[in-house]
Structure formats: C-alpha cells, structure tokens
C-alpha cells in the first residue's frame, strides 16, 4: 500500500502514478464519446426474391443449353455431370426462404445470431442499399475471409453506422461481379 491507503500495481521498474490523467485527443478532432450499450434489432439473413415458374423455367432452360454446349465441345460427362449438378443446387438453394435472425451491435462487435464477429476482424464498413432491405457489409483484413453482412431497416441506420463508426472506418461500397450477377438473376 501507499501512503494514501491505495494499492497499485507496480512492474519492475515501474512508478505507480495515483491520478494520471486523461490522454487528450488531438486538438480540432471531433471525437465521439464510446457507449457500452448494445444495440439490438431482428431482420432477415437475406433477400427474399419473388420467383415465379418462369424464373424457373429460365433456369432449367439454361442449364440444359449449358450442359448440350459442353458435351458437343468436350465429350466430358463430368464436366455434364457437374452442370446438371449445379443446376439442381441453384434450383434446391433458390427455394429456401429466409429465417429471422438477431443482430446485435456492442462494444465487442457485431453477433449474428449465436456467432460474435470481434471488430479487429475487419477492415472497415460499408452500407448497402438493395431496394426492399438495406444492410451493413463488414469487409474482413483476411482476404479468403468472405464479407460480412448484416441487414436491417432504413429507420435503424442511424443507430447502426453510430456504433459501427466508433470502431471501424466507413468505405464506399464497390459491388463485386458476383454480386452484380447475383442481383441480376435475383439469386
């Protein structure tokens, strides 16, 4: 103990300081005081397009002209096989609909469902608008680490970008070509 009756630990080498004070920020930097409390909202864990028979139809269509053009041009039924398979996923994968799940943003990061994604994960942000549900994309610092996304309602932005931008820097965002043909066949 000290003389004023207060422990403080000390490394080798080290002089404990009772009443250090604050560091101050940089002089003309805003900062934003940081809040301990969770924000907490439930949406859907992705966009639910409306496809119709036709929309189907497109797609068996499609994969039965890809899988003529590739045996005609390589004689490969793995290659058939693979097209055919494929096809059948996209169809199986198009058909779910989408569960309810809990985001939830706090000091520690942002939990999706049961799963908590630590903000040192990632590199910075960006807020997508894709018409029905806006969400939040996190882009990691591990390149075969895929985006993260979040979504959630127009009334909530505010509240999310607040949180988010205390821990990590806002980008533009730069839709990838896999999210562009995704869009496009509403996948």
């Given at each position: 103990?000290?003389q004023?009756?207060?422990?403080?630990?000390?490394?080798?080498?080290?002089t404990a300081?009772?009443?250090?004070?604050?560091?101050q920020?940089?002089?003309?930097?805003?900062?934003?005081?940081?809040?301990?409390?969770?924000?907490?909202?439930?949406?859907?864990?992705?966009?639910?397009?409306?496809?119709g028979?036709?929309?189907?139809?497109?797609?068996?269509?499609?994969t039965a002209?890809?899988?003529?053009?590739?045996?005609?041009?390589t004689k490969?039924?793995?290659?058939v096989g693979?097209i055919?398979?494929?096809?059948?996923?996209?169809?199986?994968?198009?058909r779910?609909?989408?569960?309810?799940?809990?985001y939830e943003?706090?000091?520690?990061?942002?939990?999706i469902?049961?799963?908590?994604?630590?903000?040192?994960l990632?590199k910075s942000?960006?807020?997508?608008?894709?018409?029905?549900?806006?969400s939040?994309?996190l882009?990691p610092?591990?390149k075969l680490?895929?985006?993260i996304s979040?979504?959630y309602?127009?009334?909530?932005e505010?509240?999310i970008?607040?949180?988010?931008?205390?821990?990590?820097p806002?980008?533009?965002?730069?839709?990838s070509g896999?999210d562009?043909?995704?869009?496009r066949?509403r996948l």
């Amino acid at each position: 103990m000290n003389q004023d009756g207060q422990d403080f630990y000390k490394p080798e080498g080290a002089t404990a300081v009772a009443d250090a004070p604050a560091p101050q920020p940089a002089a003309g930097i805003p900062t934003k005081p940081p809040t301990d409390r969770a924000f907490n909202w439930t949406a859907s864990d992705f966009i639910d397009h409306n496809r119709g028979g036709s929309w189907y139809l497109l797609l068996f269509l499609g994969t039965a002209a890809l899988t003529v053009g590739t045996y005609f041009l390589t004689k490969e039924y793995i290659a058939v096989g693979t097209i055919v398979a494929v096809g059948v996923i996209v169809a199986i994968y198009a058909r779910q609909k989408p569960k309810q799940v809990t985001y939830e943003l706090s000091s520690s990061g942002l939990r999706i469902g049961e799963k908590l994604y630590a903000y040192s994960l990632f590199k910075s942000f960006s807020l997508i608008n894709d018409g029905l549900l806006n969400s939040v994309q996190l882009m990691p610092l591990k390149k075969l680490m895929p985006p993260i996304s979040a979504y959630y309602q127009a009334a909530d932005e505010e509240k999310i970008t607040d949180i988010l931008g205390q821990h990590l820097p806002i980008e533009e965002a730069k839709p990838s070509g896999i999210d562009r043909l995704s869009r496009r066949l509403r996948l």
